[in-house]
């Protein structure tokens, strides 16, 4: 399969690493419009064919994938562009800056009869995978209470200044991810109450966030993530899980350390992610993630079935922060029916 990747920026490195990883694909083309991203970009990954401009990119046209790396102001019109020529699609979170044009968007790709996938990662993350299996596995009945928990001080601006420059951060940003993961252990939310917060004076947005998520099927789950925890041990990027079920309970703790709790006996895993050999510390455990949600989409266009988030699906994580943004400012619960 040939891929077209657009953005040659920070994180679109891990994605061409990633489709280096996977039999079977080549990435034949690259596009920024930052020229000197473009070529450094190009020469790492011996990449020849380089665009500054999508319509360039789309009048080239010998791909079948396009992978979109880029922030979120340009998604809407690059998805577009690729629904009319016609192209599967796997884009970057945040996959749309409202939730109106996300729908818009998702309703293109919809016509056309390809696949759309939003690169939703954390989900993926081989920790994170194993609670959710284990949940999914019913090891610990149905569950009734969760907790997906972020909570950091590293510093993120440094490699993503434009983290720094928004109106929305945290939930924008990160909550956005850890929201998916409740949603993955979870499904879908009736209802959502959050609190939001800057700490840190230097930034624009709010760097922590506290959300208490109420699941159509009954589990209360509270979501909390902050880019102002200062600790002596850094977390960056783990998230900590626990989930208690009725014959049961589940925990991730930092370390990588899974507990599965559940007929009178306790057992403990480490599941540290493994370093490949493109990978770096702290980073890590992302990168691993990348390469596993871009296999994820490989697999699904092989086989004819739809990515776990599809377009359709991440409508969903994009309503919730949404509604978190709206519960905060307004100071009220807010039902997902409103968004
Ligand atoms: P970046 O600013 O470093 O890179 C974006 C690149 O896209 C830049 O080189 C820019 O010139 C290019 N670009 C922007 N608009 C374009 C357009 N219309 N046509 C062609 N090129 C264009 O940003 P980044 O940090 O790499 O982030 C990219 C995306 O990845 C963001 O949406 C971010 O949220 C996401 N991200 C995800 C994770 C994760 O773990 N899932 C981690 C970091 C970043
Ligand atoms: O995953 C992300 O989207 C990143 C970070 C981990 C820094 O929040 O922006």
Request: aromatic share 8%; glycine share 8%; with cysteine.
């Amino acid at each position: 399969m040939k891929v077209g990747v657009i953005g040659c920026g920070f994180f679109a490195q891990n994605h061409l690493h990633a489709w280096r990883d996977i039999d079977g694909v080549d990435v034949v083309a690259l596009c920024d419009n930052d020229r000197s991203n473009l070529v450094a970009t190009g020469k790492e990954f011996k990449i020849k064919r380089q665009f500054t401009d999508a319509i360039e990119l789309f009048d080239y046209g010998d791909f079948d994938i396009v992978d979109i790396a880029t922030t979120v102001p340009s998604h809407r019109s690059l998805v577009e562009m690729a629904a009319q020529n016609a192209k599967h699609i796997i884009c970057q979170k945040p996959f749309a800056e409202s939730i109106k044009d996300a729908r818009a968007m998702v309703n293109a790709v919809e016509a056309t009869g390809k696949t759309l996938m939003v690169h939703e990662n954390f989900r993926w993350q081989s920790a994170v995978r194993a609670v959710i299996e284990e949940l999914r596995n019913g090891t610990i009945g149905e569950p009734f209470f969760g907790r997906v928990s972020f909570r950091s001080g590293f510093d993120v601006f440094s490699g993503q200044p434009y983290l720094a420059e928004g109106e929305r951060f945290i939930i924008e940003d990160l909550g956005i991810h850890i929201l998916d993961i409740a949603r993955a252990l979870f499904g879908d939310v009736a209802r959502i109450s959050a609190t939001k917060r800057r700490i840190n004076p230097s930034i624009r947005g709010e760097d922590v966030a506290t959300m208490f998520l109420e699941h159509k099927g009954g589990t209360s789950c509270i979501v909390d993530c902050s880019y102002a925890t200062r600790r002596q041990i850094e977390a960056f990027p783990e998230s900590v899980i626990e989930v208690d079920g009725d014959k049961g309970t589940i925990s991730l703790d930092l370390g990588y350390k899974m507990t599965v709790q559940a007929n009178g006996q306790s057992k403990t895993w480490d599941l540290s992610p493994p370093l490949l050999p493109w990978a770096s510390k702290p980073w890590h455990n992302i990168q691993e993630s990348v390469r596993i949600i871009q296999k994820h989409f490989i697999n699904c266009l092989l086989e004819g079935c739809e990515p776990e988030t599809n377009g359709y699906d991440n409508l969903q994580t994009l309503s919730l922060v949404e509604a978190a943004y709206l519960s905060a400012s307004e100071h009220r619960t807010v039902e997902l029916e409103e968004i």
